[in-house]
């Protein structure tokens, strides 16, 4: 696809309801796909504090020498799951039900739950909106922080309903507290993103799950945890636990990042029985899976050896940033993720123009004020690119 020009998108009308929902398909692949809204500027309007900006040009994803602006895992899908996806190919003229059933299940005893507290959809996101569509078709409102993953919210907001941010504290975690004093009789639901994106940064687990058994017995409480997996305890910090003793908790997960697993778009939320019934009274999330994608999800989970491999590889790669902002005089967000998010002192249009030109995709956000970078970790060579950009950029 050839570069575009944003403001020429624009002027042709691109940017109606339908064109906003495709422009960011071509640009960052997990943004959200509802309505943007934009400033005065051309940046997308997520908060009056959170904003991100839009480069001119489109990058041309295919051009890229390093591809670091989607939080994508650059080394799946695991061996493992490729070849039962190929297997499973000539089969994909098949619903795929019972195999659906038996990765649910597989996905059941890996959590700890029953069956029938899994519900599967076509990744994470998927099941983030279809959970706002369903619990605000009567309006209400939905508690989270802010900054955070804008999906769930957007889509609340486009459904009716209203979004109470609560600024994240000064070290970047979730301010508990604020949140919870911020539930009304309207609220229908908190939303919590842990680890956070666009921070990349963690709440403390003792904290969260005390937070969550309480507020669950007011409000349904939502923990995003797609970025979980890359956590060496990972399985230990997850709030899905809270289901098994019976509180209103759902926690959402995905094969999109430490399985690679993006393109293939699978991913699960687990909660009470009951809530998921609410769910799926309006909506089936399963029906979007493809009959191959289920084989590669079930495949994948049992190459540990990949998981492993590829929370390693992020983990060397996080390190090599955070030695490269030190040596620049830069300071980080600490990240528990597959991105790293650092200030910038530089317009952020500017910024990502250079950093296109040096072929180099990266997010720009301008978040209370200030003007930040995201960066995805990539392989060791394409961060490698990556520095080398930075340092030509940022001087």
Known sequence: ??????????????????????????????????QLKYDSEGRSLYSPFFKEFNANIFPDSAKLLAKLNANEN????????????????????????RELFDLMGKIAVKEGVKMENVMMGPGSSDLL?????????????????DPSYMSLIRVAEATGASWKPVPLKKDWSHDLKAMEEAIDEDTKLVYICNPNNPTGSMTDHAELV??????????????DEAYMGFLEDGDKKS????????????????????HGMAGLRVGYIVALESTLDKIQEITRGGMGITYPSVYAASASMDDIEFQNKSRKLNAECREFVYETLNKMGYEYVPSST?????????????????????????RAFDIMDRNWCRVSMGTMDEMKVFASALQKVLV
Request: glycine share 8%.
């Open 210 to 223: 005390d937070f969550c058994s309480r507020v669950s017995e007011k409000v349904p409480v939502f923990v």
């Open 129 to 145: 909106e279809k959970t706002a569509m369903v619990l605000f078709a009567n309006g209400g409102n939905v508690v989270s922080a």
């Open 338 to 362: 597959s991105f790293i998010l650092f200030p910038i002192e530089m317009d952020g249009e500017k910024f990502l123009e250079k950093m296109t030109a040096e072929g180099v995709g990266v």
């Open 239 to 258: 709030m899905v636990s809270l289901v098994a003793q019976g509180k209103d908790v759902i926690i959402a997960r995905t094969f999109s990042k430490i």
């Open 74 to 97: 650059p080394y799946g899908p695991s061996p493992k799951a490729v070849e039962a996806f190929k297997n499973a190919t000539p089969l994909g003229n098949r619903y795929a039900w």
């Open 1 to 34: 696809m050839e570069n575009l020009n944003r403001r020429a998108w624009l002027k042709r009308g691109a940017l109606t309801a339908a064109g906003a929902m495709v422009m960011p398909h071509l640009t960052f692949g997990e943004t959200p796909m509802t």
